[in-house]
């Protein structure tokens, strides 16, 4: 089982969106919550940060996972981390959208990452699915890349 935790400012909501695609059919356990306290004693293989937690809270240093996954503008990688990945729609973000539709979106990693297992993604566009929220569907299917999970991921191009 992995252990990952949603850390959303109360009422977000963000969570939610993101555990339906994340959590689906796999061996994952979501923790979602408002608190980095709540998850300080356990570790888990990723923490995705939404946008609302992100401007409302410091990450503590008491946070310890192996890879967090945040939305661009987080400016220092906590203690506990062991990577840092961003997402949103800015050319700074490790994982951005480069094509927004309703049903399906083109997520870009504009920059090679390493998944929790230790394996590099090279940059390249993958079709996902769209949650119609931007930054649930970025973090969600982030989540999955990282995670090394079964996808219903496309890949349509790579840069080189």
Do not use: W
Not at 26 to 46: A, K, W
Not at 80 to 104: F, K
């Amino acid at each position: 089982m992995k252990l990952v935790a949603v850390l959303e400012k109360q009422g977000e909501y963000f969570g939610e969106a993101v555990s339906r695609t994340l959590g689906s059919g796999d061996n994952v356990i979501i923790l979602g919550t408002s608190r980095v306290e709540d998850i300080g004693q356990r570790t888990c293989e990723l923490v995705v940060v939404s946008p609302g937690f992100a401007r409302s809270a410091e990450l503590c240093d008491n946070l310890s996972c192996g890879t967090l996954l945040t939305p661009d503008g987080l400016f220092f990688s906590p203690p506990g981390a062991g990577c840092v990945v961003t997402y949103g729609m800015s050319s700074r973000s490790n994982l951005t959208l480069s094509s927004v539709g309703t049903e399906h979106c083109l997520m870009s990693v504009q920059r090679d990452i390493t998944t929790t297992a230790g394996n590099i993604v090279e940059r390249q566009e993958l079709s996902v699915a769209s949650s119609g929220d931007n930054d649930a569907t970025l973090a969600a299917a982030g989540g999955r890349l990282l995670l090394g999970l079964s996808q219903p991921l496309v890949s349509y191009t790579s840069h080189n």
